[in-house]
């Protein structure tokens, strides 16, 4: 069985770093494909997929940065998933990573799990979704 992952990194350097480590597992189970840039670039990420993409995972730093880069990479990623795709993203800040009104208006549903107090800082993982009725 073969794993499809997108990476969407600044820098060919780190994904060719990821792909190498991908490569090295049992069975090479991995077809890792690579967008380098900005991830703000919302026309990249459907068109960079091949097949459809069930989830994304995110660790951008949402709470630090522009709300109008946030609307783009949030954007983004919801023009490129399916109804009831998931945007995955890990955080370390006290409050949801996208902001009510960007939720409301893209229809999101969001959860968190549980705060991971042993981690330096402590993280949370948020999982946000279009439901597929929306």
Same mark, same amino acid.
């Given at each position: 069985m073969s794993c499809n992952i997108l990476l969407?990194?600044?820098?060919?350097?780190?994904?060719?770093t990821v792909r190498r480590a991908l490569s090295r597992s049992?069975?090479?189970?991995?077809?890792?494909e690579w967008v380098t840039g900005c991830a703000a670039a919302r026309n990249r990420l459907g068109s +960079? *997929?091949?097949g459809p993409? +069930? *989830?994304?995972?995110?660790?951008?730093p949402l709470l630090s940065l522009p709300a109008g880069i946030v609307q783009s990479i949030v954007g983004g990623v919801f023009e490129a998933l399916p109804r009831g795709g998931a945007l995955v993203q890990f955080?370390?800040?006290p409050t949801p990573p996208v902001p009510r009104a960007l939720r409301e208006r893209l229809h999101l549903d969001g959860a968190h799990g549980k705060r991971i107090w042993r981690n330096v800082p402590p993280a949370?993982?948020?999982?946000?979704?279009r439901p597929s009725a929306a």
């Open positions: 969407i990194l600044a820098e060919a350097t780190e994904a060719r049992r069975g090479h189970p991995f077809k890792v +960079a *997929a091949q993409v +069930a *989830a994304i995972v995110s660790s951008l955080t370390y800040g949370v993982v948020w999982t946000f979704r």
